[in-house]
């Protein structure tokens, strides 16, 4: 054939970023066009070039004579075992494109698979298809398989409750090269930067308020003073930390006045600003918080954990101001209900006691079980039971990048006997994994997870009645923008829901989220008990995992730095007991109770390390999966909405008394990857 029939192609492979990725193997390639011709074998590789490193894009210039149509329908990619070369053999592919250098048309071809030697994968244009529409379902019958077995389900614990977590950790979950992280490692290197410090922290105690403040402050001390220093032992603040602090989904609305607490009308009358407490309670100007669920935990040595009830009032001017505090739920001697009006001291011992059960429900719960432990579990359902080239897949991956890496990473080196919660947090690591246990039996991917509908069940949906509360407010804006989002790739690829309801790797993906284990993740809440029937239902989950990866998330974590590492503000370990009457005290009392500098500094440490953010930012996709042409409009069109909601969240900043910053979608990373 002439020389004028020959058709030059540019093909560019990523190889990814990921462990053992690159290979020295002998990699063949095919291009198919849509009406079923194909070149010959074309070798990808250039002479004397490393080809497939980790994380390298290789570009080859190809020629064939084959006369294929314009239109590259699918590739078709296989490598040889690589016997006798340097580097291992497996290599993990990224994507792939193609273009044909006659039309400058470019067709894209994501992979994200490991290729197994010997083996041809056929890829189709964008890649992104139901299992009943792919006309090579063999090779997804055999990823999948593959997949079980990587991915196989463990319970950490004898307790039934237990979030599922996968049993060991795939290399494709490792952190990458440019993703490095080690608490240990960081931790040690903060150390030494400030050992003169530390060292003077060992040998003398705190000994007063300005003693913790001046800390931030000191010769080697290279960190900032933390947000809360100014206003932690404020009214206002207290209350505003129910709406916008690190655990902002505990407050409810109050219609009646629990029979366990002893509050009564002339008790709270003071506080009311006129009205009885009759009239607050129908206002929907009083709210609440019980922390009931920490009955019966049993915290580490001598240490208490209280397990309180506290009322709030909103005011005239729209602050939230706690009104009472009673430390542990049967009403009695010994449990008096602390109020503003007694003595200072004594109301900010109660405050900061109650502060410690909140900062247990906290790490225990709010972050760590029911964010990082159970959407590890949705990762590895998904991961066994949707094939790489399932659209839903794709929707998901960029969700749980790092997320099993971080979590064997956080519990071997944080929550383990010898490790940080042991040291520095009252419930220590066993109380810690019941207490998760305990939670997780009450926990719900739809009550928990879904922010309308857990704003609509604690009766705080109402901005009038409720104001300031800027998780609610800011959240509600990045929950409208992920469901936009969602909802328009889910009508894209199901375009009604008969083929919703014919699709068989969604159907055992749903059976597995809610099986037992040790078939399933056994998890609560998921729409229609896990059988989708429609794509409403499908999205309201797909929008609670996004949600519950990156903005609930973020919420959780990234204020823990002020609130944690100031430790009158919010201590997770406090010594001695709480006050089981009102007499007198002073600063001493409070000090006394407070961790020595040596734990104070450990905790800074960790939770400073904690609120790093080294992925991206939400809606900027560290690898991109879906390439069809209405996808990527999709995703443009949420980056700019979130981009516009960025802009808004920082205008009302400005004007807030305390300033939200932790659900600005520039500082929301895309999955809990830290």
């Known amino acids: 054939m002439s020389d004028c ?15 053992n990725a690159g290979t020295d193997a002998n990699v063949k390639i095919r291009l198919h066009d849509v009406n079923g011709r194909h070149t010959p074998d074309l070798v990808l590789d250039v002479g004397w070039h490393d080809d497939f490193k980790r994380g390298a894009v290789d570009k080859y210039v190809l020629n064939d004579s084959s006369n294929l149509d314009s239109e590259i329908g699918k590739i078709e990619l296989w490598r040889d075992d690589a016997a006798g070369y340097l580097e291992s053999p497996e290599w993990y592919v990224e994507h792939v494109e193609v273009e044909p250098q006659a039309t400058n048309k470019l067709f894209s071809f994501p992979l994200h698979r490991w290729i197994a030697a010997d083996r041809h994968y056929i890829i189709q244009h964008y890649d992104a298809i139901l299992p009943q529409d792919d006309p090579h379902k063999d090779q997804r019958v055999f990823e999948l398989a593959e997949k079980k077995k990587l991915y196989e389900y463990d319970r950490k614990s004898d307790d039934p409750n237990c979030p599922i977590q996968v049993k060991k950790i795939p290399d494709d979950e490792q952190f990458s090269d440019s993703y490095q992280y080690d608490i240990s490692f960081s931790k040690k290197t ?21 003693d913790i ?8 001390w290279n960190i900032e003073r933390p947000n809360t220093v100014p206003h932690w032992d404020k009214d206002t603040w207290f209350g505003a930390q129910r709406l916008s602090g690190c655990n902002p989904k505990l407050i409810e609305l109050c219609t009646e006045i629990p029979e366990k607490l002893a509050v009564t009308p002339e008790m709270a009358a003071p506080f009311l600003e006129g009205l009885s407490l009759d009239q607050a309670l129908k206002a929907k100007r ?9 009955e019966g935990l049993e915290p580490k040595g001598d240490y208490v954990i209280p397990v309180p009830i506290a009322l709030f009032f909103v005011t005239n001017d729209k602050s ?3 009104i009472a505090i009673q430390l542990f739920q049967q009403k009695g001697p010994g449990n008096p209900v602390f109020l503003p009006s007694d003595d ?37 359902c998904t991961n066994r039971n ?18 099993i890496a971080i979590n064997t990473l956080g519990l071997t080196k944080l929550i383990s006997p010898d490790g940080h919660v042991a040291k520095t947090m009252s419930i220590g690591h066993t109380g810690m ?9 009450e926990w719900g991917i739809d009550t928990h997870c879904n922010l309308p509908k857990n704003l609509y069940m604690r009766g705080v949906d109402d901005a009038e009645a409720l104001p300031n509360y800027h998780y609610r407010d800011d959240g509600l804006v990045i929950w409208d923008i992920l469901n936009k989002y969602v909802t328009r790739i889910v009508y894209l690829y199901y375009g009604d829901d008969e083929k919703l309801q014919n699709d068989p790797e969604l159907g055992k993906w749903g059976h597995e989220l809610t099986a037992p284990y040790p078939e399933g993740i056994q998890m609560k809440g998921v729409p229609g008990e896990g059988k989708f029937t429609c794509r409403e239902q499908l999205i309201e989950f797909i929008t609670s995992v996004i949600f519950n990866c990156s903005a609930e998330h973020a919420a959780v974590n990234f204020s823990q730095y002020d609130e944690y590492a100031f430790p009158p503000n919010y201590s997770a370990q406090l010594e001695g007991k709480p006050p089981a009457n009102k007499d007198v005290k002073t600063e001493a009392d409070l000090m006394a109770m407070l961790p020595n500098k040596q734990i104070t500094l450990d905790t800074t440490l960790v939770v400073k390390l904690l609120g790093t953010r080294g992925t991206n930012n939400l809606g900027s996709f560290e690898q991109k999966y879906l390439f069809h042409p209405e996808a990527t409009k999709a995703l443009k069109q949420m980056e700019e909405d979130l981009q516009q909601a960025s802009i808004t969240i920082k205008k009302n900043n400005q004007t807030r008394a305390y300033p939200y910053n932790v659900l600005d979608p520039k500082t929301i990373p895309n999955s809990i990857s830290i």
């Open 5 to 19: 029939c020959v058709r030059v192609y540019t093909v560019r492979v990523k190889t990814g970023d990921r462990k």
């Open 190 to 210: 903060a150390f030494v930067e400030t050992r003169l410090i530390k060292l003077l922290s060992v040998l003398s105690p705190w000994e007063s308020v300005k």
């Open 213 to 220: 403040i001046d800390l931030f402050g000191a010769t080697g």
């Open 286 to 294: 009083i709210y609440k918080v019980d922390l009931k669920i920490l």
């Open 320 to 322: 939230l101001l706690p």
């Open 344 to 380: 200072p001291y004594v109301w900010l011992i109660a405050k900061v006691w109650y502060n410690l059960a909140d900062a247990t429900y906290h790490q225990s719960l709010s972050h760590l079980g029911f964010t990082h432990l159970q959407m590890a579990s949705v990762s590895v």
């Open 386 to 403: 949707l094939s790489p080239s399932h659209p839903i897949f794709k929707l998901l991956a960029p969700h749980f990048l790092y997320l």
């Open 433 to 441: 994994f019941d207490f998760i246990c305990k939670g997780s039996a």
